[in-house]
């Protein structure tokens, strides 16, 4: 039986492994503040954290506007970059 204690140990562990490797592992709680940021020739909203855009826009007035639309659905932040990437202003629609 020791074999047999083994190998689903083994099995366990590696199991465990791939799951922390995809990220399934950790308990960071997901934020959902929205970031205007520059992209291309205009302006897209990305949540903090993601890769992908939410949405693309020409203008970055309408950038804020979906990005206020998301942060308000979610209790969360709206970061508003500058052409140059940094940060201009930030808007919470936190409920304390």
Do not use: C, F
């Not at 934020?31 to 890769?51: C, F, I, L, M």
């Not at 826009?57 to 308000?72: D, E, F, G, N, P």
Request: glycine fraction near 6%.
């Amino acid at each position: 039986m020791p074999k047999q204690n083994n190998l689903t140990q083994a099995i366990q562990n590696l199991i465990e492994a791939i799951l922390k490797a995809l990220g399934y592992g950790n308990n960071r709680k997901r934020t959902w503040h929205q970031h205007v940021v520059p992209y291309q020739d205009g302006w897209a909203v990305r949540r903090e954290g993601n890769k992908r855009i939410t949405s693309k826009h020409r203008k970055q007035s309408t950038a804020i506007r979906k990005a206020k639309t998301l942060a308000k659905r979610y209790n969360a932040d709206v970061i508003i970059h500058r052409e140059s990437g940094g940060i201009r202003d930030r808007i919470s629609y936190k409920e304390d």
